[in-house]
């Protein structure tokens, strides 16, 4: 189950805008747009995106494993396909809708609502070790992205990441999932892959919805999605404005990444140990130190100093935000719970491009940008504490809501 969720969470990757990004200036190059147009087509797609998983996350907690994780495959697959064939910028906005809504979200919903909710009392390292496949991608995969465009252009590159998915990835999973028996054991946690078949999936949410320490937490939670989104969608003008070199910076993504993986481990452990709402306080301090450096600092170390504080929030993400929901809200209801998370997380990573590239345009330079997304990660620290503090209970269930 652990090399399931690694290996699903991987190949989102593909979907993440790390990888993505690398692509950008041949994109920009052979559609002939300006750095606004590609924003905000990537921006509508993924806001689209967002919407859609809101939709169709929560059949997790009605459809068998296997058969799930094969349709958001095939949808990846089709994202692939797309991108391969595009001419046009309506043809370029589906191809990101697909390969965000079945890479960027459900591949990792899918990995980490499954460790969550297999796991109970080693939740938080289980979901560290998935979310592993996130930096271990961001290690590998830039290098190839760029590999391949020189090799056979980026369009062609498209078709081998498609060929993947039925070469590698399905088998795998499939033969995975067989050795695991999912469908045949009862987890940890006490829950069994057809528990939730006959239930309703908006009491999650419902929920979720109605408890004030979420609405605190959330803008701490949408503050990595949105500068990274922004940050790497932009990242041309970025190292123009800062006078980063691209193999410095690529140099600086090998640190991220490593930094990312140790992070998610250590939280991992740190989670189990001292619970998730601990956690949830040191989410957002790395990164918004991180922009304040990127702001203050010249020279090459500036971009260093901001890699490596952007992966110890990321690599917090996974086991803090993974169990969190867990731990609150229970396992139950947790797809329904965790799609419309993943889905808001979404929507914070569509409105970045969009916003930085007006920014862009409009003539900000990226120190002032630096700073003011610092000042909103201020702002969203202040929120998350008082949000989740480890001595408040739970709120009730719907079921002890019926019983009183």
């Excluded at 690398?22 to 995106?49: H, K, P, R």
Aim: aromatic share 12%.
């Amino acid at each position: 189950m652990l090399a399931f969720g690694f290996l699903t969470v991987f190949w989102g990757n593909f979907g993440q805008s790390f990888f993505v990004s690398w692509f950008g200036v041949s994109i920009q190059q052979g559609l002939g747009l300006t750095a606004a147009a590609y924003g905000s087509a990537y921006s509508l797609a993924t806001l689209a995106s967002g919407m859609t998983i809101m939709l169709v996350g929560g059949l997790l907690d009605r459809t068998p494993l296997r058969l799930f994780a094969t349709l958001v495959a095939l949808g990846l697959m089709s994202a692939a396909m797309t991108l391969a064939n595009v001419q046009t910028v309506a043809g370029l906005t589906i191809g990101f809708f697909l390969l965000r809504l079945f890479g960027q979200g459900l591949l990792p919903h899918t990995a980490t609502t499954t460790m969550a909710r297999y796991f109970a009392v080693n939740r938080g390292k289980a979901i560290s070790i998935a979310t592993s496949g996130v930096p271990v991608g961001e290690m590998l995969l830039p290098g190839l992205a760029v590999a391949l465009i020189a090799a056979i252009g980026w369009q062609n590159s498209w078709w081998v990441i498609a060929a993947g998915v039925p070469l590698l990835y399905l088998p795998l999973v499939w033969w995975l999932l067989h050795r695991a028996r999912y469908g045949q054991v009862r987890s940890e946690s006490g829950y069994h892959p057809g528990d939730a078949t006959s239930r309703s999936d908006g009491g999650g949410r419902r929920q979720l919805l109605a408890d004030r320490r979420f609405w605190l937490a959330l803008p701490g939670l949408m503050l990595g999605p949105f500068v990274l989104t922004g940050v790497f969608i932009h990242q041309g003008w970025f190292l123009a404005q800062k006078s980063w070199s691209p193999g410095w910076f690529a140099s600086c993504f090998v640190a991220y990444g490593v930094i990312h993986w140790l992070s998610s481990l250590v939280s991992g452990l740190l989670v189990d140990r001292l619970g998730s709402p601990h956690m949830l306080r040191l989410y957002c301090l790395p990164m918004t130190l991180g922009l304040w450096l990127a702001g203050w600092l010249g020279g090459d170390w500036a971009a260093m100093s901001m890699l490596i504080l952007f992966g110890i929030t990321i690599g917090f993400s996974g086991p803090i935000t993974g169990s969190l929901w867990a731990e609150i809200y229970g396992v139950e209801r947790l797809g329904s719970i965790r799609s419309l998370i993943t889905s808001l997380m979404v929507l914070a990573s569509s409105t970045s491009p969009v916003l930085l590239g007006f920014l862009i345009d409009s003539g900000w330079n990226a120190t002032r940008m630096f700073w003011a997304m610092g000042i909103y990660g201020v702002v969203a620290v202040g929120l998350i504490f008082r949000s989740y503090r480890p001595e408040e209970p739970a709120p009730a269930s719907e079921l002890e809501l019926e019983e009183r």
